[in-house]
């Protein structure tokens, strides 16, 4: 059974950077795509980024385009979210996802039948 568990959430500035990392155990992962979401209070889970782990093709959702980087370490199975120039509108919830196959561009959560539990980012003004 696949386990996500993310990590790397906190508090931090406006301008600031935050890394999250996902550890995924329970199999290999080269036929599935990963992906995170966020979902602030009053609102619907959102895709942020996703990556194909066996091709390592990438996919953003334009309001994240340019600040923030989605990548896999094989050795470690780990995914993780390199969050630059964080703006306060990237206050949510995010969360680590994962399903089989490809999936070429952003994606619903629909799309996505493994979770983790999530991990809290608040950027302050």
């Known amino acids: 059974q696949v386990q996500l568990v993310e990590s790397g959430g906190g508090l931090v500035q406006a301008g600031g950077s935050l890394r999250l990392s996902c550890a995924v155990s329970g199999r290999t992962f080269s036929s599935y795509t990963m992906a995170w979401f966020c979902q602030a209070p009053g609102k619907e889970r959102e895709f942020v980024a996703a990556i194909n782990w066996g091709r390592g093709r990438t996919y953003y959702a334009d309001s994240v385009k340019g600040r923030f980087t989605i990548s896999r370490d094989n050795a470690k199975n780990t995914v993780y979210l390199q969050m630059n120039s964080l703006k306060p509108e990237d206050t949510a919830v995010y969360y680590c996802?994962?399903?089989?196959?490809?999936?070429?561009?952003?994606?619903?959560?629909?799309?996505?039948?493994?979770w983790g539990q999530g991990t809290q980012v608040t950027v302050s003004s």
């Open positions: 996802a994962a399903t089989f196959g490809f999936i070429a561009g952003p994606a619903g959560p629909s799309q996505f039948d493994t």
